[in-house]
């Protein structure tokens, strides 16, 4: 039984130093985006904006993993100065089963048909002239 939770804690370090490398990636990507190609040689269009507006989307959704783990997440912390060394690992299951896995599933649940809906009509962005629909 340990021999398993070792095994599942090895392999979310793994997935967790991915998805760091992943946000990592995508911020160097934006910042070229962004700053080098706009700023440093003028050169700007609507799809690059388009793009760099998805790639911080991205990023943010693959840095709150990682800033989790690390424990660099924010809290409020009234009561942790007062209570034992055990407090933050159970307040952060607490919160984790009670709050943020519901919240997490109520937006899949509430958004998974409008998401399939778009790939389905292969809807691309409202913006004139930015990215278009991406056809697999």
């Not at 070792?6 to 962004?34: K, P, Y």
């Amino acid at each position: 039984m340990i021999k398993a939770f070792l095994a599942l804690a090895r392999l979310l370090d793994r997935l967790t130093l991915w998805l760091c490398m992943a946000a990592g990636g995508t911020l160097v990507g934006m910042v070229l985006i962004n700053v080098v190609l706009r700023y440093g040689f003028g050169s700007g269009s609507i799809k690059m904006q388009d793009l760099a507006s998805y790639s911080f989307a991205v990023f943010l959704i693959l840095a709150v993993p990682l800033c989790h783990a690390r424990g660099g997440h924010v809290r409020v912390e009234v009561l942790a100065e007062r209570m034992p060394a055990r407090y933050l690992p159970t307040a952060d299951a607490v919160a984790w089963a009670f709050f943020l896995t519901p919240i997490f599933g109520l937006i899949i649940w509430a958004g998974w048909g409008d998401i399939a809906f778009s790939w389905q009509i292969a809807e691309g962005s409202t913006t004139p002239g930015a990215l278009a629909a991406c056809i697999w």
